[in-house]
């Protein structure tokens, strides 16, 4: 089993920049991904950006260029996250997958960009 905190999240000006932080506990030798979703009020949950137990890295179409996810080992996943849009504004869940096929998420963290 396997527990994610999330945290970094907070108020930024746009054009600003935060670091989304993850950590995880528990059976974490068994996280195959880790990734980083959001969801705004009245909207769907969309995946922000991914990355493997091997390194490889995958982004949504809206975040290529401005975010950076980062992994060290399989206990921390970061999100850095440049040039801030008021659309960022959202609410940020850490997730990973296992080996066994299961899902686990964090409490997620509130980001705030303001115009």
């Known amino acids: 089993q396997v527990q994610l905190v999330e945290s970094g999240g907070g108020l930024v000006q746009a054009g600003g920049s935060l670091r989304l932080s993850c950590t995880a506990s528990?059976?974490?030798?068994?996280?195959?991904?880790l990734a980083w979703y959001r969801q705004a009020p009245g909207k769907q949950r969309e995946l922000v950006a991914v990355?493997?137990?091997?390194?490889?890295t995958n982004y949504g179409d809206s975040v290529k260029g401005r975010f950076t996810i980062s992994s060290n080992a399989k206990n921390m996943v970061y999100l850095q996250m440049n040039s801030l849009k008021p659309e960022d504004t959202a609410v940020y869940y850490c997730?990973?997958?296992?080996?066994?096929?299961?899902?686990?998420w964090g409490q997620g963290t509130q980001v705030t960009v303001s115009s």
């Open positions: 528990g059976s974490i030798d068994s996280i195959n991904a």
């Open positions: 990355i493997t137990s091997g390194g490889m």
């Open positions: 997730n990973a997958a296992t080996n066994s096929k299961y899902n686990y």
